[in-house]
């Protein structure tokens, strides 16, 4: 029967292809934006990120020359130059912006009573007349060019250099590295007293714990930031530090408060009969079980904060030395707005880190997430 223990359910795989998609979902997005980075602003702005690894499609248009240019050739005047530079092959071409594509590569034309115009592959056109063309502008000829793949790490070199990230990128590591160990370092004496210490209003303060994760930030930024004001931190390191700490707090201990209470009460009683304080219990045997809860939040916070631009803009400054990553890449979003292969490069940066830290505890991540699932009292 299915549901049964020892019996597999015939939704498996509808679960397999549902964490596929999801995988697929998240995937995606990121390897688009990894193309995107080694591409330059003509062809991000030509065409999308999946056909960057194809010939591409280019339209644009050229004139001829003029009289100035003109020369007599077997009784004509012809007027003679190329529409296309470098490589490019010509695919299409046409005389009017409503039918740029009109007609194929080495075919002629009569563009006006008497002129006769080629264009060939190789982009060079031939525009001849038995009369003086008469002409101080010249005719322009619309293009559609085929552009060969072409990637360059030109992005990388110029955000790393030009862009001030290096010293953001440094901002971000001293206010993420701190912003993530506090918490976890206060949570876990905390979730450790909630789970196995017996003391008035346990009950009471586990309730005030979930009570608050739901209360959103934002409003406490302004109290708290005044409070921090008064106290004499005001916008440093030190303030955003302890912001993010009391943000984080509330996960921290709730989750490491369920998985703590499930460990096996054996092991921490036996500990006891054999004379162990409650801080030798807790360093000695609950931590060591408890690192995948602990990792498991490790990573939370650390994306959390890595990728904040709120907290840090309210608790830290907007000046030049003071920018995280997420500040660099809005004041890129505000004054270069049109420049997306910078933004695409920026943006692949100040994720590569999180990246990094997620697979390699992701393993951990799991397990903790799970035990704290299920287990409680």
Do not use: C
Not at 100 to 108: R, V, W
């Amino acid at each position: 029967m299915e549901g049964m223990a020892g019996k597999k359910s015939s939704l498996t795989w509808a679960v397999h292809i549902s964490a596929f998609l999801l995988v697929v979902l998240w995937t995606i997005p990121t390897l688009g934006l990894f193309v995107s980075s080694f591409r330059d602003r003509d062809q991000i702005s030509s065409s999308g990120w999946w056909a960057s690894f194809s010939a591409s499609e280019q339209t644009g248009y050229a004139r001829t020359g003029t009289d100035d240019d003109a020369r007599q050739v077997d009784g004509l005047y012809v007027i003679e130059g190329s529409v296309t530079e470098g490589d490019q092959k010509l695919s299409a071409w046409g005389t009017g912006a409503r039918e740029p594509g009109k007609y194929q590569p080495g075919e002629t034309v009569e563009i006006e009573d008497g002129w006769q115009l080629t264009v060939s592959e190789d982009g060079s056109y031939r525009l001849t007349s038995e009369k003086p063309f008469g002409m101080r502008r010249g005719e322009r000829i619309f293009t559609t060019t085929a552009v060969p793949p072409d990637f360059t790490i030109g992005n990388y070199h110029r955000v790393l250099t030009a862009e001030g990230l290096g010293r953001a990128f440094m901002n971000t590591l001293t206010v993420t590295i701190p912003a993530t160990v506090i918490p976890i370092l206060i949570a876990a004496f905390a979730a450790y007293a909630l789970a196995w210490m017996r003391f008035p209003g346990r009950a009471l303060l586990t309730a005030g714990v979930v009570g608050l994760l739901v209360v959103p930030l934002q409003v406490s930024l302004i109290p708290l930031l005044q409070m921090h004001n008064a106290i004499g931190i005001g916008k440093g390191y030190m303030g955003i530090w302890l912001a993010h700490t009391a943000f984080g707090l509330p996960l921290a201990v709730y989750l490491l408060r369920n998985y703590m209470i499930g460990l096996p009460r054996e092991v921490i009683e036996s500990a006891r009969v054999d004379g162990a304080s409650d801080f030798q219990i807790f360093r000695r045997i609950v931590l060591p079980l408890s690192f995948p809860a602990l990792a498991s939040f490790a990573i939370f916070q650390f994306l959390w904060v890595w990728n904040d631009l709120l907290v840090a803009t309210v608790f830290l400054g907007n000046t030049r030395e003071q920018l995280v990553m997420t500040g660099v890449l809005r004041e890129l979003m505000g004054s270069k707005g049109g420049e997306w292969e910078i933004l695409a490069t920026s943006a692949f940066i100040s994720i590569a880190v999180p990246l990094i830290v997620f697979f390699s505890m992701q393993r951990y991540l799991v397990r903790g997430l799970l035990a704290g699932s299920v287990k409680g009292g």
